[in-house]
């Protein structure tokens, strides 16, 4: 999907509002480190719908997406840029669902700093 489709996506999101400023830190504090690791940068917030960050880790390089179920889990999503075509496009078999807060960062860094996927690379 070109990046306008993907920002169309995201603001059409039609799940549970969240504090996205407590995701934030629910990924951050329990282990700042962690997410220096990933290069973490770039954090939004989509109509308090989706929490967005791009990271730079050892096994991805692209962009997470965390929204909230209603069942107060969280669903990770992780989505490829190509630069050269102005594209994105989910990593589909890597989305992480029924994630409880306590396991946000850990999970999300099994994925992308120390274990890896092989549609991550």
Known sequence: MTTKEFTTMMMNHDGRSFD?????????????LMAMCWGAHDWA???????????????????????LNWDDTYIV???KPNQEERTIH???????????????????????????HPSLH
């Open 20 to 32: 996205l400023k407590t995701c934030q830190d629910q990924i951050v504090k329990p282990n700042p």
């Open 45 to 67: 917030g989509v109509k308090d719908k989706v929490l967005l960050f791009k990271v730079r880790a050892a096994h991805f390089f692209g962009v997470v997406s965390v929204t």
């Open 77 to 79: 999503r992780f989505f």
């Open 90 to 116: 989910e990593v589909k078999d890597c989305q992480l669902d029924n994630i409880y807060c306590d396991m946000l960062a850990s999970e999300i860094d099994r994925l992308i700093e120390t274990e890896g």
